[in-house]
């Protein structure tokens, strides 16, 4: 098993920046992805980025150019940084970590953390 811890979400302002953390433990091995999917009211759950393998790294085209996600494998944490972040970017931001062994895939989800851009 794997857990997430995420931290970092709130209100910000639109043009404003926001750097979301997530901290995986327990059973941490042939980690294939860490990464950061979201769900806005209403809309299904929606990848926003993710690094897989520790050096590639997939953004939705939504937010190319505004956020950046890294990855520290020795610490083994996720952040998601965000800036000119706006008013569609609000929603609950998902931690997300597949983890592939054996053949077989498993997928975590941390608890989610609500990030709002208003004025």
């Known amino acids: 098993q794997v857990q997430l811890v995420e931290s970092g979400g709130g209100l910000v302002q639109p043009g404003g920046s926001l750097r979301l953390s997530c901290a995986a433990s327990?059973?941490?091995?042939?980690?294939?992805?860490m990464g950061w999917y979201r769900q806005a009211p209403g809309k299904q759950r929606e990848l926003v980025a993710k690094?897989?393998?520790?050096?590639?790294?997939e953004y939705a085209e939504s937010v190319k150019g505004r956020f950046t996600a890294s990855r520290d494998n020795a610490k083994n944490t996720v952040t998601l940084q965000m800036n000119s972040l706006k008013p569609e970017d609000t929603a609950v931001y998902y931690c997300?970590?597949?983890?592939?062994?054996?053949?077989?895939?498993?997928?975590?989800w941390g608890q989610g953390t609500q990030v709002t851009v208003s004025s």
């Open positions: 997300n970590v597949v983890q592939v062994a054996g053949g077989k895939a498993n997928t975590y």
């Open positions: 327990g059973s941490i091995f042939s980690i294939y992805s």
């Open positions: 690094v897989i393998r520790g050096f590639s790294t």
